[in-house]
């Protein structure tokens, strides 16, 4: 069974701060992970994903998330946070081999001026 | 590239009535669809995964003669609301894998579709 964690519904952070969101899984195999940007009534926007290679991912908008295996987790970041970052973020996972993907609850980041 | 359109964007109807939402893959070729309903503030909850030219496979507790998907060709998938009530007012979001699937590809998302019914 497949599952992920987004601990945190809710994240503020100051304009030009650097802003972390957390997602932490579980797959019995292994994972392909994703980040995604939902804005008021739209659908989902693709950031980035990990499939295999360098734990380091960098993605659209300048943002990255890191995948870290023993801890199962995989932390987007941004160095410095943009008002026009706020939104929801939701984190997904998909087992190597499934057919659909595995969404968490979603975080809700704020950024404020 | 990789665009997925959604039609209507917002639909308001009358209790009884069913509503059709269309999910269209513009610039690729789709074999696999995914549709997904989302309630506010809560995340994307995967309803069935239609397959072009086969019957889709409807996640559990989700009612396959209420929610009639259609998948008749390589850029087209239909969900039917049938004799829709106020509590399938939702966020409809689909999204769309390309036919050349390889595990590295993500699923491309339509911008969804707001139904209301009154």
């Known amino acids: 069974a497949q599952s992920v964690a987004q601990p945190e519904d809710q994240v503020n952070v100051a304009e030009g701060n650097p802003l972390t969101v957390k997602c932490t899984y579980s797959v019995s195999g292994n994972p392909y992970l994703f980040w995604y940007v939902q804005y008021p009534n739209r659908g989902l926007q693709f950031l980035l994903k990990y499939i295999t290679g360098d734990n380091l991912v960098k993605g659209s908008y300048g943002f990255e998330a890191e995948f870290n295996k023993s801890q199962t987790s995989f932390h987007l970041k941004k160095p410095s946070a943009l008002v026009s970052d706020s939104a929801l973020y939701f984190c997904a996972v998909r087992e190597g081999g499934a057919n659909n993907l595995f969404f968490g609850t979603g975080t809700r980041l704020t950024v404020i001026p | 590239g990789a665009v997925v359109s959604q039609h209507p964007s917002w639909v308001i109807c009358k209790s009884g009535t069913s509503v059709k939402i269309e999910c269209r893959s513009l610039?690729?070729?789709?074999?696999?669809m995914f549709w997904y309903r989302q309630f506010p503030k809560q995340s994307l909850m995967l309803m069935a995964t239609s397959n072009e030219g086969s019957k889709a496979t409807y996640e559990q507790g989700v009612e396959k003669d209420k929610f009639l998907i259609n998948h008749a060709s390589l850029t087209l998938s239909t969900l039917t609301v049938t004799s829709a009530h106020p509590e399938d007012s939702s966020f409809y979001i689909c999204?769309?894998?390309?036919?050349?699937?390889?595990?590295?590809?993500?699923?491309?998302f339509g911008p969804g579709t707001r139904l209301t019914v009154l």
């Open positions: 999204s769309a894998r390309e036919r050349h699937f390889s595990l590295n590809n993500e699923q491309f």
């Open positions: 610039d690729f070729q789709a074999t696999t």
